[in-house]
């Protein structure tokens, strides 16, 4: 929706819209009834003049009247009138207390840390703008998102996401509303606090969505009824299953600018959504199993063999057995070179020349007197070192 920082200047109109400082309303977060009602009083809306432009009031201190009404696909659009000099604004979210309170707590959190925030940090492209940017070993860019998502376009959730990658910054999606979904990662707490609330150190915002930890498991015949293979003996694969654990937001603000948290995207993890947030150690798991395309067995259990048709476990043939516990029983000469070992194999460092035991080795000369080891070497009583001399 363009244009979407309005101010309804009827009261009666839209009254439960949720509204700034400023009176600015976000018409992106307006009902469908609500909607309906405005575009029915802003039929001619140079006459009716009840939808203004916040944006161009706040930036260049004009009045300007908007028209009201939804495209083929139900879309609904505010924009400026035709013929007039002032374009059609992006999309740009309404900051209310609740939303500003949010950013300062990431803020807050931030600082104390040492990731140097800052606050509606754009992009070096201009394409994207952080709430709160979070710079450690990763950069974070913290959006609280209130109302929902884009359909599609660039103001999409996955777009933005991507638009945030590209220029190597990782988008944290909060919300406390469960209108707002989108195919991402998004961290979810308890909604409809005042903001004095929301910035209180003292106030633990648990999780009630988003962060789940991965077990990585071995799909037997007991957990086979939940293969993802459709095994219901099971497949002998591993697997990942999601948890839900008990976190608080202050800890992934913490953790994930040094990649204590990492956020999964188009998960294989049962009992787990597509997208949500881990910790480093799950997130390690589940590359090393999950992710990538070898992936080893678990728990350090022995893959099962592989079996015939008879049921017998397949391996050498009994002759075959039979000739190599042969070549176990016999002995083994190192010093002889093995037969059919080139040259090429053995080894090329120099051997470390090694004293002679008993032998005097002081002197440019050799000493050649009988000797004792000590820790400088094979020395006699005339060339022991003095602290030895001193102590018999």
């Not at 979210?93 to 500003?100: A, F, L, W």
Request: with cysteine; proline share 7%; aromatic share 8%.
């Amino acid at each position: 929706m363009l244009n979407n920082q309005i101010v309804i200047t009827d009261g009666s109109v839209c009254a439960r819209a949720a509204r700034n400082d400023k009176g600015v309303v976000d018409a992106a977060g307006l009902t469908s009834d609500e909607w309906t009602e405005l575009r029915g009083r802003n039929v001619n809306s140079p006459k009716a003049k009840l939808v203004q432009c916040a944006k161009c009031w706040e930036l260049y201190g004009e009045v300007q009247w908007l028209k009201t009404y939804s495209t083929a696909k139900g879309t609904p659009v505010c924009s400026h009138q035709p013929g007039e000099a002032r374009p059609d604004h992006d999309y740009e979210p309404v900051e209310t207390p609740e939303h500003r309170a949010w950013n300062d707590r990431a803020f807050t959190i931030g600082e104390a840390e040492g990731y140097k925030p800052r606050r509606e940090a754009w992009a070096p492209n201009m394409k994207t703008r952080a709430d709160v940017l979070l710079t450690g070993t990763l950069t974070i860019a913290y959006e609280h998102q209130h109302s929902p998502f884009s359909a599609n376009g660039r103001y999409s959730a996955p777009e933005r996401t991507r638009l945030a990658a590209a220029v190597g910054r990782t988008a944290m999606w909060h919300s406390t509303s469960d209108k707002v979904r989108g195919q991402v990662p998004i961290l979810r707490t308890d909604g409809d606090l005042p903001p004095k609330v929301i910035v209180n150190p003292n106030y633990r915002h648990e999780f009630r969505g988003g962060v789940y930890r991965i077990e990585i498991y071995t799909c037997t015949v007991r957990s086979g009824h939940e293969c993802p293979n459709g095994k219901f003996s099971g497949c002998g694969k591993p697997h990942a299953r999601g948890q839900v654990t008990a976190g608080q937001l202050d800890d992934v603000l913490r953790g994930a600018p040094i990649g204590a948290y990492m956020p999964v995207v188009d998960a294989r993890v049962i009992r787990a959504p597509r997208f949500f947030w881990t910790d480093m150690a799950s997130y390690g798991q589940y590359l090393a199993y999950i992710a990538s395309p070898a992936a080893p067995q678990t728990d350090g259990a022995a893959a099962e063999g592989v079996r015939t048709r008879k049921g017998e476990p397949g391996g050498h043939s009994q002759a075959k057995e039979a000739e190599l516990e042969e070549m176990r029983l016999q002995a083994v000469n190192l010093p002889e070179p093995l037969r059919g070992v080139t040259a090429a194999s053995e080894l090329v460092a120099p051997a470390i020349r090694r004293p002679v035991p008993g032998v005097c080795e002081a002197g440019r000369v050799k000493c050649g007197q009988s000797a004792r080891l000590y820790p400088a070497g094979w020395l006699c009583d005339d060339h022991q070192p003095s602290r030895y001399r001193n102590a018999s």
